[in-house]
């Protein structure tokens, strides 16, 4: 009965392959989110989706691209894998934004580019 | 540009005093600001949110002050406990649907 959850948690690839980060809620939640912590531990958000539509896209590269078949469901396919890309990425999922409402995060993923 | 600042280093307190974290905002206003607690290997969990309009909040052993002259919030965990020890994040909202979090600060209660 987990709120927000995501897989894999972890995940080891080498540079330049393209890999996807699944993520789905069961709250009822019409906002997915995808943030990126990296080693110094700052949490960055990098997309939106309210209702299946892109609200938020954080100057991302644009090897990173999320899909959100569903309210309920938002992944995260990265092509062409940097060693820069290695970090935390959480899914979180809230009701509107910009009202106050709490985020609900995932347990997050690791990747790790060698 | 915003900027969201904690305490990078570690506080380290002692077991049933009151643990005092701070979060200083710049160049912008925001309407409210939330904590959150993060454990290690964990994703952040919503603690309190503050409107512009509260000077105060509080829940339990923890309370939250904003101090929108200041530009700052006080976080606070009166007779902390081990069980305390995490990373609190203070995030306040842009104004863009969106929160900005801080780099959080790490709370270290020995018994």
Redesign the interface.
């Known amino acids: 009965d987990t709120a927000v959850s995501q897989t894999p948690k972890y995940l080891v690839t080498q540079m330049g392959n393209d890999k996807s980060i699944k993520c789905e809620q069961n709250l009822g939640h019409d906002t997915m989110y995808w943030y990126k912590q990296d080693s110094k531990k700052f949490l960055k958000i990098m997309f939106s989706y309210n209702n299946k539509e892109l609200i938020i896209n954080e100057t991302v590269p644009n090897r990173f691209s999320p899909k959100s078949p569903d309210k309920a469901h938002l992944n995260l396919h990265i092509n062409s894998l940097e060693l820069g890309d290695s970090a935390v990425y959480f899914c979180a999922s809230s009701q509107s934004p910009g009202q106050g409402n709490t985020i609900y995060f995932g347990e997050g993923s690791w990747l790790t580019v060698v | 540009s915003q900027k969201i600042e904690q305490n990078s280093e570690a506080l380290n307190i002692q077991e049933g005093k009151t643990a005092t974290l701070t979060c200083n905002y710049t160049n912008y206003s925001p ?2 600001l ?1 904590w ?1 607690r993060q454990d290690p ?6 603690l309190l ?1 503050i ?1 512009e309009n509260e000077k105060e909040k509080r829940k339990e052993r923890l309370k939250v002050t904003f101090d929108t002259t200041l530009k700052q919030s006080l976080f606070h965990i009166t007779a902390s406990q081990p069980a305390d020890s995490a ?1 609190y ?1 203070c995030a306040p ?1 842009t ?7 801080g ?2 600060t790490r709370l270290l209660v020995s018994p």
């Not at chain 2, 104004?95 to 979090?101: D, E, N, T, Y």
């Open positions: 309407a409210y939330q959150y290997g964990r994703g952040p969990v919503f949110l409107r990373t994040l909202n104004g863009f649907q969106k929160l900005v979090f780099t959080g």
